[in-house]
């Protein structure tokens, strides 16, 4: 079965826990899945068989904590290195696929802007591939650190007694505000480099969908 199947069937199966057992193994379940290092099938049919045992221990009144013990993310680790790395998952595709989606959101942002903002005031429609292509990096840059950083506050939530949603939350939502507000930034005060070629709304609007359409393909 492959892993996108498993993960479905995983789903499926996950409905019949109890609430303790179901809080217990999403986090371990999400503290395995954001390991990217490993293989995603052979990490999808690990936590299928954790699954089964826990439903089966559950069925004889047992709960996931008896069966997996108390430091469930000590038996994580313990899984974790014995899993395979040689398939590992393609990382960049993920964060490419990040990048593409915030660029393609800014693009139609772009159009928008061009289609309406003359009804105000004068813009340009005018495009500098050198400043475009230091954007893009900086988009790029800004995905690949705020991953980082979302994937690690997620870590720490996980394993927790007293959950703390709202304030993990705005620290997420923070994040990201922090990284449009880089991307915006960068947009208004980066110069115009090298030579330049109009690029209309209709154009951006385009790109846009493009990319928002690669990134879809990417991560399917």
């Known amino acids: 079965m492959e892993a996108k199947q498993l993960i479905e069937l995983n789903n499926q199966k996950r409905t019949g826990l109890s609430?303790?057992?179901?809080?217990?193994?999403?986090?371990?379940?999400?503290?395995?899945?954001?390991?990217?290092?490993?293989?995603?099938?052979?990490?999808?049919?690990?936590?299928?068989?954790i699954l089964d045992h826990i439903i089966d221990g559950q069925r004889e009144g047992k709960t996931a904590r008896m069966i997996l013990g108390d430091d469930p993310k000590a038996y994580a680790d313990d899984i974790i290195e014995q899993l395979p790395t040689e398939k590992k998952r393609n990382v960049v595709t993920f964060i490419s696929s990040l990048a593409l989606n915030l660029?393609?959101?800014?693009?139609?942002?772009?159009?928008?802007?061009?289609?309406?903002?003359?009804?105000?005031?004068?813009?340009?429609?005018?495009?500098?591939?050198?400043?475009?292509?230091?954007?893009?990096?900086?988009?790029?840059?800004?995905?690949?650190?705020?991953?980082?950083?979302?994937?690690s506050i997620i870590?720490?939530?996980?394993?927790?007694?007293?959950?703390?949603?709202?304030k993990d939350s705005i620290k997420a939502g923070t994040m990201g505000m922090v990284s449009m507000g880089i991307i915006i930034c960068a947009t208004y005060f980066l110069p115009d480099l090298g030579p330049s070629f109009l690029f209309p709304w209709y154009a951006s609007f385009i790109t846009g969908g493009t990319l928002l359409g690669t990134s879809y393909l990417l991560k399917k």
Do not use: A, C, W
């Not at 379940?29 to 954001?34: F, Q, T």
């Not at 061009?114 to 995905?143: A, R």
């Not at 870590?155 to 709202?166: G, R």
């Open 19 to 49: 609430e303790e057992n179901e809080k217990y193994y999403s986090d371990f379940l999400i503290y395995m899945r954001l390991q990217l290092s490993l293989s995603e099938q052979q990490t999808e049919e690990i936590l299928m068989e």
């Open 103 to 151: 660029l393609g959101y800014f693009m139609l942002f772009r159009g928008l802007l061009l289609l309406i903002g003359p009804m105000f005031k004068d813009i340009s429609s005018e495009v500098y591939p050198v400043t475009s292509g230091i954007l893009v990096l900086i988009i790029f840059i800004s995905s690949l650190i705020g991953v980082k950083i979302i994937f």
């Open 155 to 166: 870590k720490h939530s996980l394993f927790k007694e007293k959950q703390t949603p709202v």
